[in-house]
């Protein structure tokens, strides 16, 4: 496949000519949502925005893993670090996130054994060789969620080595999100890597229920063009049903291999979403067969009765709901940069602070 027709110049401004056809026809401004942060780093990456008539809004939803993890979770395995002699491993933008006082990096100085990983295998290695316990802080929606099950079912896991689960479920996030009426948008593009595990079978309850065009994207400028022409056509047409411009990745079942990995390992319970609040049924949760690996199973968590998911003027709550732009928020880009994080939107390549930081947007 020859991927580079999805950046050609001449493809995008057709595109773009396309959508301001379509758009002219629109009753009211739009606002189309996407919920995966690799998304908001292509659309500031190709200058998307700039190419959108002023009626359609695109803004950002809950699409980055780490910015929706808890305090909560955070405060927990640094107090686990620090009280148990327990070495905690996770990926490198978790390290920076802030929890309710520290971050993970902030909680060393404090003699917390923190190490980074790129993947749960090299947590499993460095477990064995280490003389104490091992906890693999796994955060990420079903992309890496699949990744967790598939080395619990592959590997004999060292007798020192533990799970700490913050894997969440996407679909069901933003379908209770949308329930209870705090995301208010005309459209979605659905994420591009997470749908290829979880399919498009499960979005179609959006379009039923909620009367919300949902286009499948790839991550280069025709792709997401493409959806958002899709999106602005079903809109004039008083439509809303599921379509795929991604096909050569994401299908309607999903990789079901996988599911059946992760039904085996996983059952789905509630989980804290930053910002967002108790959302049942979107936590992964190791099931009891394989309690033998998980530290919640293991260890005396103490999960703090007040726990502080936004520092003082930090936005990043409506930011992750689409309510706000990072440039609404009085501390971005001052006290707010991703060397010196305030908020969790501003640590991660996914997270949408960072990203306008990056492309130099308002500042
Ligand atoms: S996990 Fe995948 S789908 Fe989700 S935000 Fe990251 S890149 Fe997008
Ligand atoms: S700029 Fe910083 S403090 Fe403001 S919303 Fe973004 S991450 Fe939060």
């Given at each position: ?14 595109l773009a000519k396309a959508i301001q056809t379509e758009a002219a026809k629109l009753k009211k401004e739009i606002k189309i ?19 959108l008539p002023a009626n359609i809004r ?127 948008m005309d459209g979605l ?18 379009a039923?229920?909620?009367h919300i065009p949902s286009v ?9 063009l493409l959806a958002i022409l899709l999106i602005v056509k079903q809109i004039n047409s008083n439509q809303a049903k599921?379509e ?120």
């Amino acid at each position: 496949m020859n991927l580079e027709l999805f950046s050609d110049p001449q493809i995008v401004k057709k595109l773009a000519k396309a959508i301001q056809t379509e758009a002219a026809k629109l009753k009211k401004e739009i606002k189309i949502m996407h919920i995966c942060g690799t998304h908001e780093n292509s659309i500031i990456r190709f200058g998307l925005r700039d190419l959108l008539p002023a009626n359609i809004r695109v803004i950002a939803g809950p699409g980055c893993p780490v910015c929706v993890t808890s305090s909560r979770d955070i405060d927990a395995v640094i107090n686990l670090a620090l009280k148990e002699n327990v070495c905690i491993t996770t990926f490198g933008d978790m390290l920076k996130v802030p929890g309710s006082k520290l971050s993970l990096h902030g909680a060393k100085s404090h003699g917390a054994d923190i190490k980074m990983v790129y993947s749960i295998y090299d947590a499993i290695e460095l477990s064995k060789n280490s003389n104490k316990p091992v906890v693999f802080f796994a955060c990420g929606f079903e992309t890496t969620a699949a990744g967790t099950a598939a080395a619990i079912l592959d590997l004999k896991l060292p007798s020192n080595f533990f799970i700490y689960s913050v894997h969440k479920y996407t679909p069901d996030g933003v379908y209770a999100l949308l329930k209870s009426g705090k995301i208010d948008m005309d459209g979605l593009i659905l994420p591009g890597h997470a749908s290829a595990i979880s399919g498009l079978r499960t979005y179609e309850r959006f379009a039923f229920e909620f009367h919300i065009p949902s286009v499948a994207a790839g991550f280069e400028a025709a792709d997401i063009l493409l959806a958002i022409l899709l999106i602005v056509k079903q809109i004039n047409s008083n439509q809303a049903k599921v379509e795929n411009t991604y096909n050569r990745v994401i299908n309607y079942e999903g990789n079901t291999k996988a599911q059946q990995i992760m039904d085996r390992v996983f059952s789905l319970g509630e989980a804290i979403w930053r910002g967002l609040g108790t959302i049942e049924h979107t936590g992964y949760i190791l099931k009891d067969e394989f309690a033998y690996v998980d530290a919640t199973k293991h260890f005396n968590f103490e999960y703090p009765n007040h726990y502080i998911e936004h520092k003082k003027g930090c936005r990043c709550r409506d930011v992750i709901l689409g309510k706000a732009q990072p440039t609404d928020c009085p501390l971005y880009a001052k006290h707010c940069t991703p060397y010196n994080p305030v908020g969790p939107c501003m640590v991660s390549d996914e997270g949408t602070c960072k990203n306008f930081y990056d492309g130099g947007i308002g500042e």
